[in-house]
């Protein structure tokens, strides 16, 4: 099963698929984009995706061609043109336009849509433990638009990695922010805490997901600024993003994270993973 790419109506083998060199995500990152899985040719949560990705195209003022339902069916183009029912990253983009590099808006830009579809093995929640590295977060001011301006992640991603961890906690001074890629939650006396929406994360769906899930479960959270301190004194840190669903970590700058909250994690897990196989039951396929 290889990899499929698909550029403004094109699809083919990823490894073969070019983007034009004006394309303005090359020159300048202007651009948008989401990721999500898809298991039985289902998009999981697609709805919340595509509201994230109109609001995030919207805020850089993209001129996106297509309304929601015609993004939808050039998803399932792709997702089709796979033609399996094992679990698969889907991923897109929009960049603003292809013109010549200047840096204001070309006249009468129209936006360029990127899709790629991979197969992928999803990590088993019951199993796996991050360790984590706490990560000064140098990005700019607008990490609730999804755009393609990664660097700080990728530097932060890079630097975990050569430390033999798998993910960053990000901080801002004292304050918590979020993971390179992933947000952050921690458990502390039974309740669950994660960073309030504004400015400095991205709304991860996610992360939305495991809060309703608590909501459903009788779990408390609260979503409010917490410290590094709160970090460290905390009974367990979860890590959230689309592409892995909720995992737990073992290890923050080297110690041992208590991991004492067992009981609460594993019943999120748990109405996370059966989320997840109902809303991707081969019946809902389109
Ligand atoms: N990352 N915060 C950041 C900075 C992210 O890049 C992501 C997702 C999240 C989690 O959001 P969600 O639950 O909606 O995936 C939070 C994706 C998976 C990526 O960049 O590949």
Same mark, same amino acid.
């Given at each position: 099963m290889e990899a499929l790419g698909y550029y403004n109506g094109q699809i083919g083998l990823l490894k073969d698929m070019t983007v034009p060199m004006n394309d303005r995500a090359v020159y300048f990152g202007d651009g948008v984009y989401e990721a999500v899985l898809v298991k039985n040719r289902v998009i999981f949560s697609l709805e919340e995706h595509l509201n994230r990705f109109e609001r995030s195209y919207k805020a850089l003022r993209l001129n996106f061609p297509l309304t929601r339902e015609e993004l939808a069916a050039e998803l399932y183009k792709v997702v089709d043109a796979m033609d399996t029912d094992a679990t698969l990253l889907l991923y897109w983009q929009a960049s603003r336009a292809t013109a010549p590099r200047k840096h204001t808006f070309p006249e009468g830009a129209k936006a360029n849509l990127m899709i790629t579809l991979k197969p992928i093995t999803l990590k088993d929640m019951k199993t796996f433990r991050h360790k984590l590295i706490t990560w000064e977060d140098?990005?700019?001011?607008?990490? &609730?638009i999804k755009t393609l301006n990664l660097i700080p992640s990728v530097m932060a991603a890079q630097a975990a990695e050569e430390k033999g961890c798998t993910e960053v906690v990000q901080h801002r001074g004292e304050r918590v922010t979020e993971g390179a890629h992933s947000n952050i939650v921690i458990v502390k006396d039974g309740r669950l805490i994660t960073a309030p929406l &504004?400015?400095?994360?991205l709304p991860g769906i996610t992360r939305m997901h495991l809060l309703q899930l608590a909501k459903q479960c009788g779990i408390p959270y609260e979503e409010r600024i917490f410290t590094l301190d709160e970090l460290r004194a905390a009974d367990e840190i979860l890590v959230t993003s689309s592409s892995a669903l909720c995992l737990r970590a073992e290890e923050l700058d080297g110690a041992a994270v208590p991991q004492t909250a067992g009981a609460i994690v594993e019943t999120l897990q748990e109405a996370y993973r059966q989320k997840f196989e109902k809303e991707t039951d081969p019946a809902l396929r389109k």
């Open positions: 140098t990005r700019y001011l607008h990490c &609730d &504004d400015n400095l994360i």
